[in-house]
């Protein structure tokens, strides 16, 4: 079974400062998916990555993706506090049956 | 354009109890996938329909079936609640032939007691 793991589980970050959450997973998939999820709410899809080197950037996220290495990062560029939220990735197991990871809460303080 | 719809957005249910939950797809999108996320915990897949019938399930009890209408519009059913059972129940559509993107419903809130 596919599994998919991220980290770190938790972040603090300042303001302005830069950081990276890894997702690796266990079996190869042809995309690959980042999401948002803020307290009590559902999720919001963030980017969908579909090949192996795929680059996406919205705002101050980046996510990337190399299928060789089974890895995505999710970077974020200079913090602000509204990115502070839980952020999953989740692995296309067989269309559309999607395993997500353990999430990364992200909290960004002044 | 109406994006994922899930009723009732909370529930509060008795152990022992059946509850049904209902997910109209987006416009277009002809497959729903149904998933439970307990709190602190990542999305669990619970099944998905496609021309109504069950495609493809998790690893989840009889206790959750479901049904998908001609319309595309799904239900998610749970006999003999537990207590574990308490989560948020996200349905998901999406064109299984275009390989489209998932969309998610903003999620129904069960409480069991």
């Known amino acids: 079974e596919l599994k998919v793991e991220q980290n770190p589980l938790f972040l603090s970050m300042q303001e302005g400062k830069n950081y990276t959450i890894y997702c690796n997973y266990s079996?190869?998939?042809?995309?690959l998916y980042w999401y948002r999820q803020d307290p009590g709410k559902s999720l919001e899809s963030l980017f969908v990555?579909?090949?192996?080197?795929a680059v996406k950037q919205e705002g101050r996220l980046m996510a990337s993706l190399d299928t060789k290495a089974r890895l995505s990062t999710l970077h974020i560029t200079a913090a602000v506090h509204d990115l502070s939220a839980t952020y999953f990735c989740?692995?296309?197991?067989?269309?559309?049956?999607?395993?997500f990871g353990t999430g990364t809460r992200l909290q960004v303080f002044p | 354009d109406a994006g994922v719809t899930q009723s009732p957005t909370h529930l509060i249910k008795t152990r022992g109890q059946q509850v049904t939950l209902r997910c109209s797809p987006k416009?277009?999108?002809?497959?729903v996938s149904w998933y439970q996320q307990a709190l602190g915990q990542g999305p669990q897949f619970i099944f998905q329909?496609?021309?109504?019938?069950?495609?493809q399930r998790g690893n989840f009890p009889d206790r959750f079936s479901g049904h998908q209408f001609p319309n595309y519009s799904s239900e998610l059913n749970v006999n003999a609640l537990l207590l574990g059972d308490s989560a948020l129940y996200l349905c998901?559509?999406?064109?299984?032939?275009?390989?489209?993107?998932?969309?998610f419903g903003n999620g129904t809130r069960l409480t069991v007691t």
């Open positions: 998901a559509s999406s064109l299984l032939t275009g390989r489209s993107p998932l969309h």
């Open positions: 079996t190869t998939s042809d995309r």
């Open positions: 990555l579909l090949s192996n080197g």
């Open positions: 989740a692995v296309d197991y067989n269309t559309d049956k999607l395993i």
């Open positions: 416009s277009g999108h002809d497959t």
């Open positions: 329909y496609y021309e109504e019938e069950e495609r």
